[in-house]
């Protein structure tokens, strides 16, 4: 697997191309392979431009010294129902020789499962009561309910988190008659009250969610779309704001339960999130997605991917006849500013690097565009921190933990064992936290400006350690999380200080966010097609995860950028994505 991608952090001034591509994450890079690989331009008339020097936008996977393995820093996971980004990382099984794998990238990436550990080793600690995570299934078998220091509503009490969302998602489908009638089959109740299924696929939720309806007669909601509820205030009309509490607490994600869109929740909490999901990674970092699809497009003579170089505006008025699109970049090494032509230009963007852009110019300009600047604000920005730790023993596995993450309603949120390397017996931990309600705890002790200082250990020495410097957390930072990790174990569980960490701030400009969240209100279905092709006379287009129906995924990513390759590039759809994947909306 090949990470050496060749960027180019110069400039060629007036460089005149087809297709300028803004953003080196999955959805640009994607953009660019398949213009270039399905022969609609040349790749010297499809070139990509990033502000950053490194590819993939918010993933990132690092090796810490000490350790053979990799550490996500952004996305790391992907799930096996999602066919673009698992055909590109397995290859294409044709379905008359099943046997058959057939690569579609060059580079080789090898798919590992992305282990959630086993809930009877992991723990939840919430209220400073501490719990393993099977507690409540335990409990049900014994026909107990497991208490809490949560006041539950007596109908909800011995339910866990998962069960709780699925019992909330289910009771208000089958509140409408229509959903009752049209899908009620796919839509189950098990033998016992905590059983929920929902056999429901992509494309029978983007029939359900415009047209849902809450019908509970006592509730200030009565009769208004699903769509228009933000899901805080559905969760608290169902389940009592203690209930949403304990939601919030146990789902391990404030951001799941956050004022967005109900409708775009439900399918996204009893899919993505709910026990038993399948995940996997790529035993060589989940970014090489990203280098992968890069070095395919790269293969062919032309392509070019400008590093260090960020866009500050596009404009029409120009001298030039043969193109329609003037670009003014700021090369970042020389402070030097640069024009670029193009015909049409791919905005591969989230919502914060988008506002970022010059909103005076004629495509942002408020005054004549105010559908779009409404619907870049369609989508709340989700904050995102991380923060990797490496120890010198390996505590995790002294508790038979090797995997997986627990969950407290700490300020930490959860942490992910992410595994031991087996020679060094040096172990890697990823506090993850920083999502919505905790932003400012983190945010303050983040801005410290004394650094954490590494520490010389088994297989990593000072010199390779120095090097990661600029990118440790600061040290009032490690404290309070060395400090939490220790009341969330117990204190039967001696835990070492780390020996060097690796932070990284995903709301730190251009990305504002980690994820993103579709607001109450909105009509995804128009907000998604209308970002492709924002104005009808222009050769303007935006598309990634932020406005995707899979925001927070890759598969988003692909998704959005497929849809518009096809509808406003001619492109067909690709050999090795089977006529009955749905791409959504």
Not at 32 to 53: C, E, G, H, P
Not at 263 to 270: D, H, K, S
Request: proline share 4%; with cysteine.
């Amino acid at each position: 697997m090949n990470k050496n991608t060749p960027l180019n952090s110069g400039m060629t001034p007036d460089l005149k191309i087809e297709t300028a591509i803004i953003g080196a994450g999955t959805s640009g890079l994607y953009t660019a392979y398949r213009l270039v690989t399905d022969k609609k331009y040349t790749a010297d008339q499809v070139q990509i431009f990033d502000m950053s020097n490194k590819l993939g936008g918010r993933l990132e996977s690092v090796i810490m010294p000490g350790m053979d393995f990799w550490g996500e820093l952004g996305g790391m996971r992907y799930l096996t129902s999602q066919e673009i980004v698992t055909t590109l990382i397995e290859g294409y099984v044709p379905p008359e020789d099943p046997n058959k794998r057939i690569p579609i990238l060059k580079d080789v990436m090898t798919p590992v499962p992305f282990p959630m550990g086993e809930s009877s080793k992991l723990l939840m600690y919430l209220r400073k009561e501490r719990f393993k995570q099977d507690a409540w299934n335990k409990a049900q078998k014994k026909g107990e309910k497991l208490t809490t220091r949560y006041y539950l509503n007596n109908s909800d009490l011995g339910f866990s988190s998962d069960q709780l969302f699925n019992k909330i998602i289910y009771d208000v489908l089958m509140a409408d008659s229509w959903v009752a009638k049209t899908y009620g089959k796919k839509i189950k109740k098990g033998p016992s009250v905590y059983d929920y299924s929902f056999e429901l696929d992509s494309r029978d939720w983007d029939d359900i969610k415009p047209k849902l309806v809450y019908n509970f007669p006592k509730s200030p909601y009565n009769k208004r779309k699903v769509n228009d509820l933000g899901f805080w205030n559905l969760i608290k009309d169902q389940v009592s704001q203690e209930g949403y509490q304990f939601l919030a607490n146990a789902g391990g994600y404030y951001s799941n339960t956050i004022n967005w869109n109900s409708a775009e929740a439900f399918p996204y909490m009893v899919g993505d999130f709910s026990a038993g999901t399948i995940y996997k990674t790529i035993e060589e970092g989940y970014d090489s997605i990203a280098y992968a699809v890069a070095n395919s497009y790269m293969e062919h003579e032309g392509a070019c991917i400008w590093s260090e170089n960020k866009l500050e505006t596009f404009t029409k008025e120009h001298s030039l006849k043969t193109h329609k699109y003037q670009l003014t970049f700021l090369n970042l090494k020389t402070n030097s500013k640069w024009h670029v032509y193009a015909n049409s230009i791919v905005l591969a963007m989230p919502r914060k690097s988008l506002e970022l852009l010059d909103q005076n110019n004629f495509f942002f300009n408020i005054n004549e565009n105010s559908v779009l600047n409404e619907n870049i604000r369609s989508v709340i920005m989700e904050p995102a921190f991380k923060i990797l730790m490496g120890f010198e023993r390996p505590w995790c596995k002294e508790l038979g933990i090797d995997s997986g993450h627990s969950i407290t309603d700490l300020p930490m949120r959860q942490c992910y064992y992410f595994g031991t390397d087996e020679k060094t017996k040096n172990s890697m931990l990823l506090g993850s936290y920083g999502d919505m309600e905790t932003e400012t705890f983190w945010k303050a002790l983040s801005d410290d400006k004394v650094l954490f200082e590494v520490k010389a250990a088994k297989s990593a020495s000072l010199k390779e350690l120095h090097q990661l410097n600029d990118v440790q957390a600061t040290k009032m930072m490690v404290d309070e999380v060395m400090n939490q990790l220790r009341e969330l174990h117990g204190k039967s569980v001696e835990i070492p200080e780390p020996y060097v960490t690796y932070f990284k701030d995903w709301t730190d400009e251009p990305f504002g966010a980690g994820y993103h969240a579709w607001k109450a209100g909105f009509s995804v279905e128009n907000v998604m097609k209308y970002m492709r092709k924002p104005l009808h006379d222009e050769q303007i287009h935006i598309c990634g995860e932020a406005y995707s129906d899979q925001q927070g995924w890759v598969e988003g990513a692909f998704c959005e950028a497929e849809k518009m390759l096809q509808d406003y590039f001619g492109l067909d759809r690709p050999f090795w994505l089977p006529e009955s994947y749905y791409l959504g909306w």
